[in-house]
Protein backbone atom coordinates (compact mmCIF):
# COMPACT_ATOMS: atom_id res chain seq x y z
CA UNK A 1 0.00 0.00 0.00
CA UNK A 2 2.78 2.72 -0.80
CA UNK A 3 0.93 4.23 -3.48
CA UNK A 4 -1.41 5.15 -0.12
CA UNK A 5 1.46 6.30 1.49
CA UNK A 6 2.62 8.27 -1.32
CA UNK A 7 -0.63 9.98 -1.64
CA UNK A 8 -1.10 7.95 -5.16
CA UNK A 9 -4.74 7.25 -4.01
CA UNK A 10 -7.25 4.63 -6.14
CA UNK A 11 -10.94 5.32 -5.15
CA UNK A 12 -10.90 0.95 -3.80
CA UNK A 13 -8.65 -1.25 -2.45
CA UNK A 14 -9.37 -5.37 -3.18
CA UNK A 15 -7.18 -6.40 -0.12
CA UNK A 16 -6.87 -10.45 -0.69
CA UNK A 17 -5.44 -12.92 1.38
CA UNK A 18 -5.71 -16.07 3.83
CA UNK A 19 -7.66 -16.57 7.51
CA UNK A 20 -5.07 -14.09 9.70
CA UNK A 21 -2.59 -12.87 7.00
CA UNK A 22 -3.23 -9.11 8.16
CA UNK A 23 -5.96 -7.90 5.81
CA UNK A 24 -7.56 -5.87 8.32
CA UNK A 25 -4.26 -4.47 10.01
CA UNK A 26 -3.18 -3.34 6.49
CA UNK A 27 -6.83 -1.70 5.70
CA UNK A 28 -6.39 -0.12 9.19
CA UNK A 29 -2.65 1.11 8.83
CA UNK A 30 -3.80 2.86 4.69
CA UNK A 31 -6.71 4.80 6.36
CA UNK A 32 -4.31 6.05 9.09
CA UNK A 33 -1.80 7.44 6.11
CA UNK A 34 -4.81 9.28 4.55
CA UNK A 35 -6.30 10.96 7.87
CA UNK A 36 -2.60 11.08 9.44
CA UNK A 37 -1.04 14.62 10.26
CA UNK A 38 2.33 13.73 10.34
CA UNK A 39 5.33 13.81 7.77
CA UNK A 40 5.92 10.15 8.58
CA UNK A 41 3.01 8.14 7.85
CA UNK A 42 1.17 6.56 9.80
CA UNK A 43 2.56 7.83 13.14
CA UNK A 44 0.30 6.33 15.09
CA UNK A 45 0.34 9.04 17.81
CA UNK A 46 -1.47 11.83 16.01
CA UNK A 47 -5.19 12.69 17.03
CA UNK A 48 -6.49 10.49 13.92
CA UNK A 49 -4.45 7.86 13.61
CA UNK A 50 -5.34 7.10 17.68
CA UNK A 51 -9.28 7.85 16.42
CA UNK A 52 -8.82 5.32 14.11
CA UNK A 53 -7.05 2.52 16.20
CA UNK A 54 -9.15 3.35 18.48
CA UNK A 55 -12.44 2.81 16.22
CA UNK A 56 -13.97 6.11 17.01
CA UNK A 57 -13.27 7.97 13.76
CA UNK A 58 -16.33 9.73 12.59
CA UNK A 59 -15.06 9.26 8.70
CA UNK A 60 -13.67 6.06 8.90
CA UNK A 61 -16.75 3.36 8.53
CA UNK A 62 -16.75 -0.30 8.96
CA UNK A 63 -18.97 -2.98 7.66
CA UNK A 64 -19.08 -7.04 8.62
CA UNK A 65 -21.47 -9.75 8.15
CA UNK A 66 -24.23 -10.11 9.92
CA UNK A 67 -25.07 -13.55 10.35
CA UNK A 68 -23.40 -15.20 6.96
CA UNK A 69 -23.75 -12.36 4.74
CA UNK A 70 -23.62 -8.28 4.02
CA UNK A 71 -27.29 -7.37 2.76
CA UNK A 72 -27.86 -4.69 0.46
CA UNK A 73 -30.04 -2.61 3.13
CA UNK A 74 -26.75 -2.34 5.35
CA UNK A 75 -24.81 -1.22 1.79
CA UNK A 76 -27.52 1.19 1.04
CA UNK A 77 -27.60 2.58 4.58
CA UNK A 78 -23.58 2.71 3.84
CA UNK A 79 -23.92 4.51 0.43
CA UNK A 80 -26.61 6.69 2.06
CA UNK A 81 -24.37 7.74 4.83
CA UNK A 82 -21.17 8.41 1.99
CA UNK A 83 -23.50 11.19 0.68
CA UNK A 84 -23.14 13.42 3.85
CA UNK A 85 -20.02 15.47 3.76
CA UNK A 86 -16.75 14.49 6.05
CA UNK A 87 -16.96 15.74 9.61
CA UNK A 88 -13.64 16.87 9.03
CA UNK A 89 -13.04 18.16 6.00
CA UNK A 90 -10.54 15.14 4.26
CA UNK A 91 -10.84 11.48 3.09
CA UNK A 92 -13.19 9.09 4.02
CA UNK A 93 -12.71 5.24 4.26
CA UNK A 94 -14.78 2.67 4.43
CA UNK A 95 -13.66 -0.71 5.31
CA UNK A 96 -15.48 -3.76 4.22
CA UNK A 97 -15.16 -6.98 5.95
CA UNK A 98 -15.57 -10.72 4.15
CA UNK A 99 -16.41 -8.70 0.86
CA UNK A 100 -17.04 -12.25 -0.41
CA UNK A 101 -20.21 -12.58 1.73
CA UNK A 102 -22.59 -9.37 0.32
CA UNK A 103 -24.76 -11.01 -1.38
CA UNK A 104 -25.21 -10.42 -5.14
CA UNK A 105 -28.01 -7.08 -4.55
CA UNK A 106 -25.21 -5.87 -2.39
CA UNK A 107 -22.34 -6.14 -4.55
CA UNK A 108 -24.58 -4.84 -7.32
CA UNK A 109 -25.67 -1.27 -5.00
CA UNK A 110 -21.97 -0.84 -4.17
CA UNK A 111 -21.06 -1.22 -7.79
CA UNK A 112 -22.90 2.09 -8.49
CA UNK A 113 -20.67 3.90 -6.22
CA UNK A 114 -17.41 2.35 -7.08
CA UNK A 115 -18.08 2.99 -10.77
CA UNK A 116 -19.25 6.93 -9.71
CA UNK A 117 -16.93 7.57 -6.16
CA UNK A 118 -17.04 10.32 -3.69
CA UNK A 119 -14.52 12.91 -4.03
CA UNK A 120 -11.76 11.99 -1.81
CA UNK A 121 -13.84 8.49 -0.43
CA UNK A 122 -11.75 5.22 -0.63
CA UNK A 123 -12.92 1.67 -0.17
CA UNK A 124 -11.05 -1.31 1.19
CA UNK A 125 -12.57 -4.79 0.20
CA UNK A 126 -11.32 -6.96 2.65
CA UNK A 127 -11.77 -10.93 1.20
CA UNK A 128 -10.23 -14.59 1.33
CA UNK A 129 -12.05 -15.53 -2.06
CA UNK A 130 -11.77 -12.53 -4.62
CA UNK A 131 -12.92 -14.78 -7.07
CA UNK A 132 -16.29 -14.99 -5.66
CA UNK A 133 -17.17 -11.21 -5.58
CA UNK A 134 -18.75 -10.20 -9.27
CA UNK A 135 -15.88 -9.24 -11.72
CA UNK A 136 -17.16 -5.69 -11.87
CA UNK A 137 -16.49 -5.26 -8.36
CA UNK A 138 -13.04 -6.71 -8.70
CA UNK A 139 -12.53 -4.73 -12.07
CA UNK A 140 -12.98 -1.36 -10.51
CA UNK A 141 -10.50 -2.39 -7.48
CA UNK A 142 -6.77 -2.01 -7.21
CA UNK A 143 -5.78 -6.19 -5.69
CA UNK A 144 -3.49 -6.01 -3.66
CA UNK A 145 -2.72 -9.62 -2.42
CA UNK A 146 -1.58 -10.67 1.51
CA UNK A 147 0.87 -13.63 1.48
CA UNK A 148 1.51 -15.06 4.77
CA UNK A 149 4.88 -15.42 5.56
CA UNK A 150 7.35 -18.22 5.07
CA UNK A 151 6.64 -20.68 8.66
CA UNK A 152 9.62 -19.98 9.94
CA UNK A 153 10.08 -15.86 9.23
CA UNK A 154 6.23 -16.56 11.54
CA UNK A 155 7.46 -18.70 14.40
CA UNK A 156 10.42 -16.06 14.74
CA UNK A 157 7.68 -13.35 15.15
CA UNK A 158 5.72 -15.26 17.32
CA UNK A 159 8.79 -15.94 19.67
CA UNK A 160 8.96 -12.00 19.52
CA UNK A 161 5.99 -11.60 20.53
CA UNK A 162 6.66 -13.79 23.71
CA UNK A 163 5.75 -17.42 22.68
CA UNK A 164 8.07 -20.22 23.16
CA UNK A 165 9.67 -21.46 20.43
CA UNK A 166 8.15 -24.80 19.97
CA UNK A 167 4.70 -23.94 20.55
CA UNK A 168 5.46 -21.22 18.00
CA UNK A 169 6.76 -23.54 15.73
CA UNK A 170 3.52 -25.47 16.06
CA UNK A 171 1.35 -22.59 15.74
CA UNK A 172 3.00 -21.31 12.19
CA UNK A 173 2.23 -24.98 10.68
CA UNK A 174 -1.34 -24.93 11.60
CA UNK A 175 -1.67 -21.20 10.80
CA UNK A 176 0.40 -22.11 7.53
CA UNK A 177 2.97 -18.62 7.88
CA UNK A 178 -0.20 -16.23 9.11
CA UNK A 179 0.67 -14.66 12.15
CA UNK A 180 -2.51 -13.27 13.09
CA UNK A 181 -3.92 -16.63 12.69
CA UNK A 182 -1.37 -18.28 14.46
CA UNK A 183 -2.41 -16.09 17.55
CA UNK A 184 -5.85 -17.01 17.24
CA UNK A 185 -4.92 -20.21 17.62
CA UNK A 186 -2.86 -19.67 20.37
CA UNK A 187 -5.28 -17.99 22.40
CA UNK A 188 -8.10 -20.73 21.55
CA UNK A 189 -8.07 -23.07 24.09
CA UNK A 190 -9.98 -25.27 22.61
CA UNK A 191 -8.67 -25.52 19.16
CA UNK A 192 -6.28 -28.21 19.51
CA UNK A 193 -8.96 -30.62 21.79
CA UNK A 194 -11.37 -30.06 19.13
CA UNK A 195 -8.78 -30.84 16.51
CA UNK A 196 -7.65 -34.42 18.11
CA UNK A 197 -11.44 -34.76 17.65
CA UNK A 198 -11.43 -33.90 14.09
CA UNK A 199 -8.33 -36.35 13.45
CA UNK A 200 -9.79 -39.14 15.49
CA UNK A 201 -13.12 -38.96 13.38
CA UNK A 202 -10.89 -39.70 10.13
CA UNK A 203 -8.79 -42.05 11.96
CA UNK A 204 -12.29 -44.21 12.66
CA UNK A 205 -13.33 -44.31 9.03
CA UNK A 206 -13.71 -47.63 8.29
CA UNK A 207 -15.53 -47.99 5.21
CA UNK A 208 -19.22 -46.44 4.27
CA UNK A 209 -20.67 -48.18 7.28
CA UNK A 210 -18.69 -46.31 9.58
CA UNK A 211 -19.40 -42.80 7.99
CA UNK A 212 -22.51 -41.86 10.23
CA UNK A 213 -21.10 -42.14 13.65
CA UNK A 214 -17.20 -40.59 12.21
CA UNK A 215 -19.27 -37.76 11.14
CA UNK A 216 -21.74 -37.69 13.70
CA UNK A 217 -19.07 -36.95 16.55
CA UNK A 218 -19.05 -33.37 15.19
CA UNK A 219 -22.50 -32.79 14.19
CA UNK A 220 -23.13 -30.39 17.47
CA UNK A 221 -20.02 -28.11 16.30
CA UNK A 222 -21.99 -26.07 14.15
CA UNK A 223 -20.78 -23.08 15.60
CA UNK A 224 -17.13 -23.90 14.87
CA UNK A 225 -17.87 -25.48 11.38
CA UNK A 226 -15.52 -22.62 10.36
CA UNK A 227 -12.75 -24.40 12.11
CA UNK A 228 -13.70 -27.45 11.57
CA UNK A 229 -13.26 -27.38 7.90
CA UNK A 230 -10.04 -25.47 8.46
CA UNK A 231 -8.38 -28.28 10.30
CA UNK A 232 -9.80 -30.78 8.10
CA UNK A 233 -7.87 -28.85 5.31
CA UNK A 234 -4.95 -28.69 7.17
CA UNK A 235 -5.38 -32.51 7.27
CA UNK A 236 -6.03 -32.68 3.22
CA UNK A 237 -2.98 -30.53 2.64
CA UNK A 238 -0.19 -32.58 5.10
CA UNK A 239 -1.84 -35.96 4.14
CA UNK A 240 -1.13 -34.71 0.24
CA UNK A 241 2.44 -33.38 1.15
CA UNK A 242 3.37 -37.08 2.61
CA UNK A 243 1.43 -38.88 -0.37
CA UNK A 244 4.20 -36.82 -2.33
CA UNK A 245 6.81 -37.63 -0.19
CA UNK A 246 6.84 -33.95 1.09
CA UNK A 247 7.38 -33.40 5.21
CA UNK A 248 4.21 -32.46 6.95
CA UNK A 249 3.44 -28.72 7.95
CA UNK A 250 1.48 -29.15 10.67
CA UNK A 251 0.21 -32.56 11.79
CA UNK A 252 2.05 -36.18 12.84
CA UNK A 253 3.30 -36.90 9.52
CA UNK A 254 3.00 -40.92 11.06
CA UNK A 255 -0.66 -39.60 11.88
CA UNK A 256 -1.83 -38.60 8.76
CA UNK A 257 0.11 -41.24 6.75
CA UNK A 258 -2.15 -44.10 8.18
CA UNK A 259 -5.64 -42.53 7.58
CA UNK A 260 -7.70 -44.56 4.82
CA UNK A 261 -8.35 -41.90 2.50
CA UNK A 262 -6.41 -39.60 0.28
CA UNK A 263 -5.25 -36.33 0.97
CA UNK A 264 -7.16 -34.76 -2.81
CA UNK A 265 -10.19 -36.04 -1.34
CA UNK A 266 -10.80 -34.63 1.66
CA UNK A 267 -9.48 -30.91 0.14
CA UNK A 268 -12.50 -31.98 -2.72
CA UNK A 269 -14.84 -32.57 -0.14
CA UNK A 270 -13.94 -29.54 1.99
CA UNK A 271 -14.58 -27.40 -0.97
CA UNK A 272 -17.84 -28.98 -1.47
CA UNK A 273 -18.56 -28.25 2.41
CA UNK A 274 -18.07 -24.90 1.96
CA UNK A 275 -20.07 -24.03 -0.73
CA UNK A 276 -22.74 -26.38 0.71
CA UNK A 277 -22.55 -23.87 3.94
CA UNK A 278 -22.74 -20.78 1.80
CA UNK A 279 -26.11 -22.11 0.43
CA UNK A 280 -27.42 -22.75 3.90
CA UNK A 281 -27.50 -26.27 4.18
CA UNK A 282 -27.89 -27.30 7.63
CA UNK A 283 -24.24 -28.55 9.16
CA UNK A 284 -25.07 -31.82 10.34
CA UNK A 285 -25.59 -33.04 6.07
CA UNK A 286 -22.83 -30.98 5.12
CA UNK A 287 -20.90 -33.09 7.34
CA UNK A 288 -22.52 -36.26 5.79
CA UNK A 289 -21.95 -35.92 2.83
CA UNK A 290 -18.31 -34.66 3.02
CA UNK A 291 -17.48 -37.77 4.88
CA UNK A 292 -19.30 -40.47 2.54
CA UNK A 293 -17.07 -39.16 0.03
CA UNK A 294 -13.98 -40.06 2.11
CA UNK A 295 -14.03 -44.00 1.89
CA UNK A 296 -14.12 -44.03 -2.12
CA UNK A 297 -11.36 -41.21 -2.40
Not at 208 to 232: H, I, Q
Amino acid sequence: MRSVKAGRIAHAYLIAGGRGTGKRTLAKLAAQSLFCQAEDKPCDQCPACKRIIAGSHPDVRTIAPKGKSIGVDEVRLLINRLSVKPYEGGYRAVIVEEADRMTLSAQNALLKTLEEPGDRTVFFLLTESPNALVPTVRSRSRIVRVAPLPRDRCAEVLVSRGVDEARARTLSGFARGAVGRALEIGADEGFFPLYRRVLGSLQSLKGPGSVAEAAGGLSEEKDRSADVLEMLEIIGRDRMAVENGAPAEACDPAAVAELPISGGALLRGVLRAREMLFSNVAWPSVLDQLYFSLPEG
